[in-house]
């Protein structure tokens, strides 16, 4: 596996060969042969945004989930806000990727706490996308986040046992297929349901070392945060201009 994105095109083109629909998770699974192809944009939405690009040239509508408790990017500023809206106008569906918070845990009522906790950060992803948000799926869920089979009104879960338990599940997680070489897996998969989950981050035009990948990751965060003090903090100009080239 190289993770460019002829390779992705491959896999979309051997799905569709192997007979299944390319749905979106808002819609009710039914008993064909449908593939749900899912995006947790982890750590870059400009990895996300170019994903979407190529799959939208495939014909491809699929789901990319966000996060709002990270680091790594704010989908607010305007640039992320930019691209966002744009890979909805693709035809790509927008959704949350919901971290659990650990104050939770001591709530008197988990699970509506919880409920509610993902209902607030959807309606903030809709205001701030101006986008209707109308499903989540759940960042590095602990087995006990899994087993709530958790069912919000008006939110698909990608988590939910249609999507997950009844068929199957292949990840792409830390740039590793868990269940071997996905070709194979899809060319002799027979079930009627199977979700595709790929981190937008691995997958490039050309192959790319993932170690070398993470490190440009790095220093290109580095590199923002530094023009980022310059253009909105005064004194930093004076100590990091110099420094940028
Ligand atoms: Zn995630």
Redesign the pocket.
Known sequence: MDFTYREYGTLIELLRASGFTLEKFQQAPVEERKAYLRH?I?MSIEDAFRLASFEEQLGVGSTY?V?LDTGFYNAMAAGSNARLRSMAYMGHDIGL?YVQRSHLDEAPDYDSALLADICRQCTLLSEMLDLEIATFSF??PTPQLLQKKLIVPGLSNAYASPYFEQGAYISDSNHHWRCGDPFAFISEFSGSSLQVLT?PFWWNPDPVDPRRKLRDFVDRLADSHRATLIHDVGLAASVFEKALP
């Open positions: 947790d982890d989930y996060l990727h960042h590095r981190h």
